[in-house]
């Protein structure tokens, strides 16, 4: 509730200190890591269907896109 009453409101009426409590319960519970694991097996089922269309320059760039994607790093 807390996170997405912060959420929600406009830019610039978020506190630097709101920010970082935002941060901290993101941290707190995990989330980033389960993010990463939704992302990966996401990806693997993607990969999975790019693999059965024909071999094409358009699915290179899907698949190279898709692999960015997954290994961006912030």
Request: charged share 30%; glycine share 2%.
């Amino acid at each position: 509730e807390e996170v997405l009453e912060i959420l929600h409101r406009d830019r610039d009426s978020i506190s630097s200190a709101e920010i970082e409590r935002v941060i901290a319960l993101v941290e707190e519970y995990g989330c980033t890591a389960y993010a990463d694991e939704v992302c990966q097996q996401t990806a693997k089922v993607s990969l999975q269907y790019l693999e059965k269309l024909p071999p094409t320059d358009a699915r290179d760039v899907l698949g190279e896109m898709l692999e960015f994607l997954i290994h961006r790093a912030f």
